[in-house]
C-alpha cells in the first residue's frame, strides 16, 4: 500500500532555449526562450493553472524563470529563486555540439570521460541529488497538504528522479525521460516519495531531435512508476 498522497511536487523542466550556435550553455547568463519555447511555457502553464499549486520554486537563470511566468501569474504566485536547483556543472560549458560541431571528438577532452557514474565531466550526481532533495522537501514543507512546482534543468531533474526510484545514475543522456517543459511528479505521504508520475504537457509542440547529439532529451510516453 502506498497510501494517499498528501502533497506533490512536480519537477518542470524549461522550455526550448533560443540557441543558434549549438552551444552547451549549463550556467551561463543570457540564453532565453526561443519562441517555441514561450509557447511551450504558456501551454505548460495553462495545463497545470487548476491544480492545487501554492507554492513555486524556481532556478535563477533566465529560461527558467521565463518558463515559470505563465503558471504564476495564473496562479497569482512569486516564484522562489533558489539556487540549488540550478542546472549542473560541466566542463564543456561553451562548447558546440551542433552544426557538425562536436567537442567530444577533440582527443584533449577525451581526459574528462573516463567515469560516467560520478561523472567526471562535471559536478557529481551525488551532490546534484543533495541539493535538489534539499530543495524539494523545502517546497514539499511550503506545500504542505497542496502541491508545489519546481521549475529546473534536464540533468538535474532526471537525476533526482532516479534517486528516488533507487536505480543507478549511469545512463544514456540521449534516453532521459525528461523533454522540454516535461512534469516529473514526486507523490509524497509525509516525507516519503510513494509514486513518480511523468507527463509531457507541450509534447505535442516538441521538435523532432536528433538523438546523436550529447546531452539531448529522449521522448517517451507517461509513465508512472513507485519507488521500489
Not at 550556467?27 to 514561450?38: A, C, I, N, T
Not at 497545470?48 to 504566485?77: F, K, M, W, Y
Not at 562535471?122 to 517546497?139: I, L, N
Amino acid at each position: 500500500m502506498t497510501g494517499t498522497p498528501d502533497t506533490v511536487v512536480h519537477l518542470l523542466r524549461h522550455g526550448e532555449v533560443h540557441n543558434p550556435d549549438g552551444v552547451l550553455y549549463g550556467r551561463r547568463d543570457g540564453f532565453h526562450l526561443s519562441e517555441l519555447g514561450r509557447q511551450m511555457a504558456e501551454k505548460v502553464g495553462a495545463a497545470l493553472q487548476d491544480r492545487d499549486i501554492v507554492h513555486l520554486r524556481v532556478s535563477p537563470l533566465e529560461r527558467v524563470r521565463e518558463t515559470a511566468q505563465p503558471l504564476a501569474t495564473a496562479r497569482g504566485l512569486e516564484p522562489v529563486v533558489d539556487e540549488r536547483v540550478i542546472e549542473s556543472t560541466n566542463v564543456f560549458e561553451g562548447e558546440r555540439f551542433a552544426g557538425g560541431a562536436n567537442a567530444l571528438k577533440d582527443p584533449r577532452n577525451w581526459r574528462y570521460l573516463w567515469n560516467p557514474v560520478r561523472p567526471s565531466w562535471g559536478e557529481p550526481y551525488k551532490q546534484v541529488v543533495a541539493r535538489m532533495m534539499s530543495a524539494v522537501h523545502d517546497a514539499r514543507i511550503a506545500a504542505a497538504g497542496h502541491e508545489a512546482v519546481v521549475v529546473s534543468h534536464q540533468l538535474p531533474i532526471w537525476i533526482t528522479r532516479l534517486h528516488v526510484e533507487r536505480r543507478s545514475f549511469l545512463h544514456d543522456p540521449r534516453k532521459r525521460q525528461c523533454t522540454l517543459c516535461s512534469v516529473t511528479s514526486l507523490h509524497f505521504v509525509g516525507d516519503r516519495v510513494t509514486q513518480v508520475s511523468y507527463s509531457e504537457p507541450a509534447g505535442d509542440l516538441i521538435p523532432v531531435q536528433d538523438k546523436s547529439a550529447p546531452f539531448s532529451a529522449g521522448g517517451a510516453p507517461e509513465e508512472k512508476r513507485p519507488p521500489s
